[in-house]
């Protein structure tokens, strides 16, 4: 597949990264910012982090409580529906099925809302967060992340287009029945796949 036609007019950095760009995106080494409304005030008092819905008893968590969860880094790339793509960077945060260790998923969960600051929501099915690589990131490349970039807390799920990563997470809410959250009400894909360019649900 990999004929050379197909190349042009990719960059040097593109072409040696070949089959990890997904298709329609272009590679960038810069982080942009992109969010919808203000950066959040973070009070390490009243911050709390919530586990809720299809649980069988739902959990609270202080900052100190959900940053004493063991954690764990891995090397992953981001692809953003705005078609850029950054690779190689180093997360650290904590995993996705250690926080659910915290309570018991009740059988009828399909799908997990993600809540963050704002009332900013995203929604994803069980199997793209039940992975050892989805993490609730506080770190990149050994220096924790800007304010604008999620600080003190955002979702990290690798293999899905980055509005999935929700920034400033402060809760996770397991329902039975799929709902759209901010972007996906807005016409994104209800699960965004960048592989299968799942951008918009009107593809
Ligand atoms: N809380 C919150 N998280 C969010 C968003 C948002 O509007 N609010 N936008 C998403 C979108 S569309 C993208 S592309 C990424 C951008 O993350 P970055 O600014 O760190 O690059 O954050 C995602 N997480
Ligand atoms: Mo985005």
Sequence with gaps: ??????????SATEDALGERLPPGQYATEKWPVLHYGAVPKFDQASWDFRISGL??????????????LPRKTVTRD???VTRWSMFDSEWEGVPFLEAVKL????PEAQVVIVHAENNYTTNLPL????????????RRNGEDIA???????RLFV?????WKSAK??????FVAQDRPGFWEGYGYHMRGDPWNEERYDWQ
């Design 158 to 162: 690798p293999h899905l287009y980055f």
């Design 78 to 80: 981001v692809h953003c």
């Design 168 to 173: 400033w997470v402060r809760g996770l809410e």
């Design 103 to 106: 309570v018991k998923v009740q």
């Design 147 to 153: 304010r604008e970039h999620g600080w003190p807390l």
């Design 127 to 138: 199997p793209d967060v039940m992975r050892d690589d989805v993490l609730f990131v506080y």
């Design 55 to 68: 649980v069988e008893e739902p959990v609270r968590l202080t900052y100190d409580e959900f940053m004493a």
């Design 1 to 10: 597949m990999a004929f050379n036609f197909f190349r042009r007019g990719r």
